[in-house]
């Protein structure tokens, strides 16, 4: 079995999509092998789908036997900006105030869901993602089949946001990840988080992005014109050029611009 330090696994699942790259670690990551398939009759709402994809793709031994980094699509997690609490709290108590803050937003159905918090310096806001408890102890028996060691788990939207931060604006804006049935969006202000919102697309996926404009106008009060800066697939980026010229629309490394999933792989291994 090969050390977990030397080799990865990084791997995107998603409700129609499951995507693998297997990368040698070093000063210049080295991509070993790749793959991606569509997921038959998968959605946001039964994720069997998808890992009977991902238990198929992990039978091949280019994927097996590493250490494993796990991007999950943004339906399958819901996100919360905490207030910074008014005294300070030990991580428990971070834990149950960002637990408070989710149920006020999403009511009791996240109650049984595991959370994970971002770092944040002490005064400020963080993040709380929460992700279906089943569907991350199901994720680490798929990969447990493949001599796979689950050492990092992270939605979409943290992985896309850390990929383009560099390339945002340091004062106010929307970053925005697409994909084909969702769009999720944060807020920026002098570099921080100001809120986050998710919507499901459908075939107008346009307007979306027209009503998050709006609310950015509206609730930006330093009288900023609502920018959007938008990470999405290239037949999405494509229409959208057309028909919202205005926006920012990101381009990534052409590469891999054929598979999305791959190219955000790509960037996560980098």
């Known amino acids: 079995m090969l050390r977990p330090w030397r080799e990865q696994v990084v791997a995107y699942l998603a409700p129609q999509r499951v995507a693998l790259m297997r990368v040698r670690n070093g000063i210049r990551p080295r991509v070993l092998a790749s793959q991606s398939c569509a997921v038959d009759n998968g959605h946001a709402g039964n994720p069997a789908p998808a890992f009977s994809c991902l238990s198929e793709m992990l039978t091949d031994s280019q994927f097996q036997d590493a250490s494993a980094r796990v991007i999950v699509a943004d339906p399958w997690v819901r996100f919360a900006l905490v207030p910074a609490p008014a005294i300070r ?47 991350r102890t199901e994720l680490e028996d798929v990969l447990l089949a493949a001599h796979l060691q689950l050492t990092s788990l992270q939605p ?54 027209q009503r998050l404009r709006a609310l950015g106008r509206y609730t930006d009060s330093t009288g900023g014109d609502g920018r959007l800066y938008v990470d999405a697939p290239f037949s999405l980026r494509s229409a959208g050029r057309e028909e919202m010229p205005d926006l920012t629309w990101l381009e990534p490394d052409a590469k891999l611009e054929a598979s999305p999933e791959l190219a955000l792989l790509q960037r996560v291994a980098a």
């Open 156 to 209: 979409q939207l943290v992985v896309a946001f850390n990929a383009w931060r560099r390339q945002l604006p340091a004062d106010a804006g929307w970053f925005v990840s697409l994909d084909d049935a969702s769009m999720t969006a944060v807020q920026l202000r002098d570099g921080e988080w100001q809120r986050v919102h998710m919507a499901r697309l459908s075939s107008q996926w346009s307007v979306e992005l």
């Open 89 to 135: 709290l030990d991580a428990d108590g971070r834990l149950s105030h960002a637990r408070y803050v989710l149920a006020d937003l999403y009511g009791d159905g996240l109650t049984d869901w595991t959370v994970t918090l971002t770092d944040a310096p002490p005064g400020r806001a963080y993040l709380a993602c929460a992700m279906p408890s089943p569907l």
